[in-house]
C-alpha cells in the first residue's frame, strides 16, 4: 500500500491550496479517510475526516475553511484549503483508517 500526498506549497495568508492524495495498492470505497498536520515542535492532530458513509469532521480550528472529499473512483483523497494562516504551516499527511499513511506535502503560509 502507498500513499502519495501532493500540492503543497508556499502561499500567502489568505490563499488557497488543494491538497491530493493518491493511492495504490488499496480501495478508498467504503473506508475511512483523513488528513492530519504536524507542525515543526507539535505532534501530529487531525485535520479532517471523512467516514465510511461520508460523515466529514474538521478540527475546529480550520471549520468554515477546510473542505475534506474524495473520489473512490479515482482512488483520491483531497483537501480544499482556503483562507490559510500561518499557523496552517505544517506538514500534511493523508491516511486511510489510521493504518496507512502518506509522507506528508509541506504546506508553508507566510508573506
Known amino acids: 500500500v502507498q500513499l502519495q500526498a501532493s500540492g503543497g506549497g508556499l502561499v500567502q495568508p489568505g490563499g488557497s491550496l488543494r491538497l491530493s492524495c493518491a493511492a495504490s495498492g488499496i480501495s478508498f470505497r467504503l473506508k475511512a479517510m483523513g488528513w492530519y498536520r504536524q507542525a515543526p515542535g507539535k505532534g501530529r492532530e487531525l485535520v479532517a475526516d471523512?467516514?465510511?458513509?461520508?460523515?466529514?469532521d474538521y478540527a475546529d480550528s480550520v471549520k468554515g475553511r477546510f473542505t475534506i472529499s474524495r473520489d473512490s473512483a479515482k482512488n483520491m483523497l483531497y483537501l480544499q484549503m482556503n483562507d490559510l494562516k500561518p499557523e496552517d504551516t505544517a506538514v500534511y499527511y493523508c491516511?486511510?483508517?489510521?493504518?496507512?499513511w502518506g509522507k506528508g506535502t509541506q504546506v508553508t503560509v507566510s508573506s
Open positions: 491516511t486511510v483508517q489510521g493504518v496507512y
Open positions: 471523512i467516514a465510511a458513509g461520508g460523515a466529514r
